[in-house]
């Protein structure tokens, strides 16, 4: 089939590479004219495992291009897809200037039938919206159609490729049988291509995403709960998971979640809410929960050394908490195989660390470069883990990389000032931990 696809942010360019990897015809077009040159020329702007050799590849066999150009996009496609952000208001609510304005353009440059796909991810009704602005620029038929996605970042290639299930929004046969058709070579059983109406689907994404918001909340809530009666967490979790009706997944305690969908989707779903008259006080209490989690580990940080006063190196400096106190960062993106800092835990955490004046040496194996342009040199950087360590007076682990699983503990031992360990992601054994002479605080865990 021949595609475009309008927006080559992390959506757009997933489902465009694999769409073309699939055998299509694809364009991906963008408004950033740097970011068509660095794609054309094989550079690719985000961190995707397996995602710049399905780049290579298909733009090697001709099945995927890139371009600026609105209307050659348009007119060379049958389907088009609309990937491009939807960045919360100061309120809260899904941005859809983006999402209307390509509407507009493709109304603009359409000459034949086309099928405009909403991937991005949009508030109920919004397929409407995205109807009567096409309308209003062309008289050629068309087809709107949901077509929420459901990737997770670090396994977003899998995840398209072998998808759980793909939603279509439509009333139109024609659409159906042809979004059929485009997604029958991923899905060879029918029934896990859902279609429904548009709104159903557009609250599909919605409701999915908050509801890993909550279950990834409610662990949380549990952890804090447990430290503070003597239980512990694990050992509950595993309690909890073996039960089918509630699984293991997303059932892990830590530092909170971040990233560019769960925070900005509970919002987007409450605003959605209040606009109708309601009061969705769950997922109020979900985001609540969270933004209190991304706190947890930097308190139990200030709280050790607050009863440690004084000991440690260079002393106590200017009275602050953690003045004097270096502090090593394992993990800095909001999650593993990503370089994603959107609303990643560890911004909250390194800032309220420096507040309390700590000096912090952080390493993330791919989030680098992002994390400079949030902390620039307020904090130091370090080639790898282990180097972070290196006089500090304590390790805080953010994000649960694989290379930060299995650690030379008994090095780390010799190269820190203090053998303390803050756990955010409980990747640790306690007692092998205390048996080598560390101190262990974990997430939920005694």
């Given at each position: 089939m021949k595609i475009s696809i309008i927006g080559t942010g992390y959506v757009g360019l997933v489902t465009g590479t694999c769409l073309a990897e699939s055998g299509n015809d694809v364009i991906c077009m963008d408004i950033n004219p740097e970011k068509i040159e660095k794609l054309s020329a094989g550079i690719i702007p985000i961190h995707e495992p397996g995602l710049e050799e399905l780049i290579k590849r298909t733009v090697a066999y001709k099945r995927l291009t890139f371009t600026t150009d609105m209307a050659q996009a348009v007119k060379r496609s049958n389907i088009i897809f609309i990937a491009v952000g939807t960045p919360p208001g100061e309120n809260g609510a899904a941005d859809l200037n983006y999402v209307l304005k390509a509407a507009g353009e493709i109304g603009t440059y359409m000459n034949g039938y086309k099928i405009i796909v909403n991937k991005s991810t949009v508030p109920v009704g919004t397929g409407d919206k995205v109807k009567a602005v096409i309308a209003g620029k062309t008289k050629h038929?068309?087809?709107?159609?949901?077509?929420?996605?459901?990737?997770?970042?670090?396994?977003?290639?899998?995840?398209?490729?072998?998808?759980?299930?793909?939603?279509?929004?439509?009333?139109?046969p024609r659409a159906i049988k042809i979004m059929r058709e485009l997604y029958s070579s991923l899905?060879?059983?029918?029934?896990?291509?859902?279609?429904?109406?548009?709104?159903?689907?557009?609250?599909?994404?919605?409701?999915?995403?908050?509801?890993?918001?909550?279950?990834?909340?409610?662990i949380n809530e549990m952890a804090n709960v447990c430290s503070s009666l003597g239980a512990d967490i694990d050992s509950v979790r595993r309690g909890m998971g073996y039960d089918k009706r509630i699984g293991f997944e997303f059932l892990f305690p830590g530092v909170g979640y971040g990233g560019s969908c769960f925070p900005k989707d509970v919002q987007a779903l409450v605003q959605t809410a209040k606009e109708q008259g309601m009061d969705t006080k769950m997922l109020k209490a979900v985001e609540a929960v969270n933004e209190r989690q991304k706190a947890v580990l930097s308190d139990m940080i200030i709280a050790h050394f607050k009863q440690h006063k004084g000991e440690g190196s260079?002393?106590?400096?200017?009275?602050?908490?953690?003045?004097?106190?270096?502090?090593?960062?394992?993990?800095l993106s909001f999650k593993p195989r990503t370089d994603d800092m959107r609303q990643a835990p560890s911004i909250v955490i390194i800032n309220s660390l420096l507040r309390a004046g700590a000096v912090v040496r952080a390493h993330d194996p791919v989030a680098m470069d992002e994390a400079r342009k949030i902390f620039k040199n307020r904090i130091m950087f370090a080639a790898d883990g282990y180097e972070t360590l290196r006089g500090a007076d304590g390790l805080a682990v953010i994000t649960e990389w694989s290379e930060f699983r299995s650690p030379d503990f008994r090095n780390m031992k010799k190269i820190m000032n203090g053998a303390v360990i803050f756990d955010g992601r409980n990747l640790y054994r306690r007692g092998e931990l205390e048996k080598m002479g560390f101190v262990y605080y974990g997430i939920g865990r005694n």
């Open positions: 038929k068309y087809d709107v159609v949901s077509n929420p996605e459901f990737l997770k970042e670090g396994a977003a290639i899998e995840d398209f490729m072998k998808p759980d299930r793909i939603v279509i929004g439509a009333e139109s899905i060879r059983k029918g029934d896990r291509i859902l279609v429904m109406d548009m709104k159903s689907a557009e609250m599909t994404k919605y409701a999915s995403n908050a509801m890993l918001a909550t279950k990834i909340s409610f260079n002393g106590n400096g200017n009275g602050k908490a953690l003045a004097g106190k270096t502090i090593a960062v394992w993990g």
